[in-house]
C-alpha cells in the first residue's frame, strides 16, 4: 500500500454509514462494485491523463488515483463521506500504453502486445475526511500473436477505445489472451481484493460483511 492512513484498525465499523462516492464514469468498475454489494454514487474526475516527464508507470497510477480522488472530494470533504479513486494503465516494458488515441494508435498499441507479456497496473485510492489510503496492484498478461488482419477486425467491433492498452480483457479482446498471472479484475479496471480490503478496513460495509455479521 502507498499513502496509507487509515481511520481505524481493519475491520472497525467507525464508518459504517459512510455514503461513498465512485470518481470514474466507467461501467466496469460500476459492474465490479456491484459484485460487492457496495451502496454508492458516481461523480466522475476529469484530469489531466497525460504522464508527467520521466515519470514511472508506478508513480503515473499512484498520482492520477490520489488527483483523481481528491478533485472530487475538493478541499472540504464532509464528515461521512468518502471517495473512491482507481487508475488503470498497460505497461509494455517502461511504456505507458494509454487510451488509444485514434486508429493509428490503436494498431500500433496492438502490434507492440503482440506475442509478448505486458503488465496492467491499478492503482486504487479511498479519500474521506479523516485521511488516505490506497493499494497498488499488478498483473501479467501473455498475449498470442496477432495478425494486421485480426487487430483491424477488433478495431471495427469499436471495444479498444477508451481502453488502456487498447483492448478490454472482458470483451473481445480476452480471446488474445494466452495466460495471466494476477488478479483478473485488476485488468478489468478495479482488484476486488484490494478494494474490498480497503472499504472493509475503513468501515464501509459490503456483502462479504453482511455474510460474516451474521
Known amino acids: ?40 454514487t458516481v461523480d466522475p474526475a476529469h484530469i489531466d491523463e497525460a504522464p508527467a516527464p520521466g515519470e514511472s508507470p508506478v ?10 480522488a481528491r478533485m472530487v ?3 472540504r470533504l464532509p464528515p461521512g463521506v468518502a471517495v ?3 487508475d488503470t494503465t498497460v505497461v509494455l516494458g517502461d511504456a505507458i ?9 490503436a494498431l500500433g ?39 494486421r488482419d485480426i487487430c483491424e477486425a ?10 488502456a492498452g487498447a483492448y ?7 480471446a488474445f489472451v494466452r495466460a495471466i498471472h494476477g488478479s483478473y479484475s485488476n485488468v478489468v479496471g478495479l482488484p476486488l481484493g484490494e478494494t474490498w480490503q480497503l472499504l472493509r478496513a475503513c468501515g464501509i460495509g459490503t456483502l462479504l460483511d453482511s455474510v460474516a455479521g451474521t
Not at 467507525?14 to 465512485?22: A, F
Not at 500504453?97 to 494508435?105: M, N, Q, S, Y
Not at 477488433?154 to 481502453?163: D, Q, R, S, V
Request: hydrophobic share 35%; with cysteine.
Open 109 to 147: 498499441m496492438l502490434a507492440r502486445l503482440s506475442g509478448r507479456t505486458h503488465r496492467v497496473m491499478t492503482a486504487v485510492c479511498l479519500h474521506w475526511s479523516g485521511g488516505e489510503n490506497a493499494s497498488l496492484v499488478e498483473t501479467e498478461v501473455e498475449f498470442i500473436t496477432l495478425s
Open 168 to 174: 478490454a480483457i472482458q470483451g473481445c479482446g480476452g
Open 1 to 40: 500500500m502507498f499513502c496509507a492512513r487509515c481511520a481505524g484498525d481493519s475491520g472497525s465499523t467507525e464508518m459504517s454509514d459512510t455514503r461513498l462516492i465512485l470518481a470514474s464514469a466507467s461501467p466496469r468498475r460500476r459492474d465490479l462494485l456491484d459484485q460487492l454489494g457496495v451502496r454508492y
Open 59 to 68: 508513480d503515473y497510477v499512484k498520482r492520477m488515483a490520489r488527483e483523481k
Open 84 to 86: 473512491l479513486a482507481a
Open 97 to 105: 500504453l494509454g487510451k488509444p488515441r485514434d486508429r493509428a494508435d
Open 73 to 75: 472530494a475538493g478541499s
Open 154 to 163: 477488433y478495431l471495427a467491433t469499436g471495444e479498444p477505445w477508451g481502453k
